[in-house]
């Protein structure tokens, strides 16, 4: 019998051994049609130091991007920054042979930015956090 053991912060093994598994199975299912999903990452780097200081972190497969993460640190923001961001991610993606890209905001933080960009949002839920919601969006 298998056990079900609760880890507070997953271990690394216990990641891998649930990634591994899910692409395995997912290559079966779609075999001949996707590469597997492979994470990429466009840094913005403090240019003193090289430090990464924000930027954005996408996944690539079965013919779509999403955007994990996207932060612009407050003192970079107004200039372009985010919208360059997500330009190169765009082009990525066409690069990659994406028919799209979709992304989760919450509304505190940039709803409207994507709107402006030409996202259009297919799904929000509502009170999530409390007093808030989030967002998916999609382009095309």
Known sequence: MVEIVFEPEPLPETRAAILEGLI???QQQTEGTQSPPRNVALALRDP????AIGGLTAR??????FVELLYVPQTLRGQGIGEKLMREAEELARQAGCIGIRLDT???QAPGFYEKLG???FGTLADYPPGTASSS???P
């Open 24 to 26: 395995a199975f997912n």
């Open 48 to 51: 003193e130091t090289g430090a």
């Open 60 to 65: 690539i497969g079965y013919s779509r991007m």
């Open 106 to 108: 919450f509304s505190f």
């Open 119 to 121: 996202y259009t949002v």
């Open 137 to 139: 969006f999609t382009n």
